[in-house]
């Protein structure tokens, strides 16, 4: 199995509201997300504590300037890590602030996510939902705790059980909560059209790609190492995937004639990485 420290990023929970002050639940635990992923009760013992004394790091959608907030609290209870946060008084958190809030009063969600860390000793690997579901089973965890049974059982591709975070370096506010990770979404808008990410400059929106496809190369090595144990290879749709990338990738380089050299180097690097893929998966 290849070792698969990486970043991720994950959409969950909602924020209530007292004056300055919020809490919510930024990370649920037997929950299966779209990225593969379901946090265990115990992951965060060690990174939530830490986190709290340290930086202690509230961002809006983990991108910006400045920080909009600071974590105060950060406890492990039943249905996952609860977090009580202040926000800074600057105009990106007053408007973040006011904006949760409208949503609220309209009825509508206003999600968290973390920035969390992890490395080998800290997760399973499943081929798919039902042997996670069997690992569980077999570990003794309460079943009647595990979210969508029926999902993960029918889940065909490979999940991950998260039994230690490494490190909890921040966590944000987001426009979707209850949604796959964060930084997948946030992929998926920049190549789907979707004007989420507007605003962003160049730069920032080439170095999250970037960590995007770092992280894909990383979920790749893992997958590809486990299958060729059992004598086998990626499936076709991983690398067509890859060169599609890649593909669009080689466009970006060539429309970004008159981008900064900041710019221009961050494309050449994403295509490096694309291509470092292709070999990688071939």
């Not at 249905?79 to 600057?90: K, Q």
């Not at 077999?138 to 993960?152: F, L």
């Not at 059992?230 to 593909?247: C, E, F, I, P, Y």
Request: hydrophobic letters at 40%; one cysteine or more.
């Amino acid at each position: 199995m290849a070792h698969r420290e990486t970043q991720i990023f994950k959409s969950v929970g909602s924020v209530k509201f007292d004056e300055r002050k919020a809490s919510g639940i930024a990370s649920p635990f037997y929950e299966l997300d779209r990225h593969g992923d379901m946090m265990l009760p115990g992951c965060y013992k060690s990174a939530a504590p830490a986190f709290v004394e340290g930086e202690a790091v509230v961002m809006l959608n983990h991108y910006g300037m400045l920080p909009i907030g600071v974590c105060t609290k950060a406890d492990e209870v039943d249905e996952g890590l609860a977090v009580d946060f202040v926000y800074h008084t600057h105009k990106e958190a007053t408007d973040a602030r006011s904006v949760a809030k409208e949503r609220q009063e309209m009825g509508k969600g206003t999600g968290l996510s973390v920035g969390i860390r992890i490395q080998k000793q800290g997760y399973e690997e499943f081929e798919n939902g039902q042997q996670l579901l069997n690992w569980l089973e077999d570990e003794g965890h309460d079943m009647g705790r595990v979210k969508n049974t029926d999902k993960i059982r029918a889940y065909s591709r490979y999940c991950w059980a998260i039994k230690k975070v490494d490190e909890l370096f921040e966590f944000s506010q987001v426009c979707v909560g209850a949604a796959p990770s964060a930084l997948a979404t946030q992929i998926k808008n920049v190549f789907g059209g979707d004007k989420l990410l507007a605003d962003l400059a160049t730069d920032e929106l080439m170095k999250m790609l970037l960590a995007g496809v770092d992280v894909g190369v990383e979920r790749l090595e893992s997958i590809k190492s486990v299958r060729a144990a059992d004598g086998r290879k990626l499936g076709g749709d991983a690398v067509a995937n890859a060169k599609s990338l890649r593909d669009r990738l080689d466009t970006l380089i060539k429309s970004a004639e008159g981008a900064t050299a900041p710019d221009d180097v961050i494309l050449k690097g994403l295509q490096l990485q694309a291509e470092a893929m292709l070999l990688e998966i071939n």
